[in-house]
């Protein structure tokens, strides 16, 4: 069992067949994941083919998530909670000056995630929008978006199956509203 620290990342690779369970430990914390080919770092997770391609915006257990290039990278075997969200982008520092109207430095999912990723020469602009799991993102009947917090309870937890080779990327997500005010760990699990 691995622990990202709150308001941290991690990267590692992950081979085709192998599972990742990532667990909230705690209660109501997300975790931010994007995805890369490991054989060709240029082929990373797509928001926008995964939604067109399992026709739903909701992301659960019996989806896939798609890369840029149409193909699966990984299938959602389990989800204890349910609600993960594929719409918004990694916090960043943009999103504290822009959403929160924060001045100085604050830990980002964003960074969190560039950083992990150095170590296999992904920059900040190869970054694509994460998989937001245990998010809690609401619309209404306009489409106006909130995020409530999340409705995972200690122990909740995802598990993946990669169907490639894969560099993946994990935060204990830094934003406060994400996480109802306040930041935990996410423990994770590689198994085969």
């Known amino acids: 069992m691995q622990v990202i620290k709150k308001q941290s990342g991690a990267a590692f690779k992950l081979k085709k067949g192998q599972k990742l369970k990532v667990i909230d430990a705690e209660g109501e914390q997300v975790s931010d994941m994007v995805l890369f080919n490991a054989k060709d770092r240029r082929e990373k997770l797509s928001s926008g083919k995964t ?22 990278m990984a299938e959602i075997l389990e989800d204890t909670n349910g609600r993960n969200d594929f719409l918004l982008a990694p916090c960043s520092p943009e999103t504290f000056e822009v959403m929160y109207d924060y001045d100085g430095y604050h830990p980002s999912c964003f960074e969190n995630l560039y950083t992990s990723l150095e170590k296999y020469e992904i920059q ?14 609401q619309f209404d009947e ?12 200690a122990g909740d937890y995802v598990l993946f199956e990669a169907k490639m080779d894969l560099i993946v990327a994990l935060t204990a ?7 109802n005010g306040s930041f935990k760990p996410i423990h994770y699990e590689i198994l085969t």
């Not at 939604?51 to 699966?72: A, C, M, T, V, Y």
């Not at 900040?124 to 993102?137: C, G, L, Q, R, S």
């Not at 306009?142 to 309870?153: E, F, H, Y």
């Open 124 to 137: 900040p602009d190869d970054i694509p929008t994460a998989f937001n799991i245990f998010m809690n993102v």
């Open 51 to 72: 939604l067109d391609f399992e026709e739903s915006i909701l992301i659960s257990s019996g989806n896939f998530l798609w890369s840029n290039r149409s193909n699966k």
């Open 142 to 153: 306009k489409g106006k978006i909130s995020v409530d917090p999340p409705l995972s309870k």
């Open 173 to 179: 997500c830094s934003a406060e509203d994400s996480n």
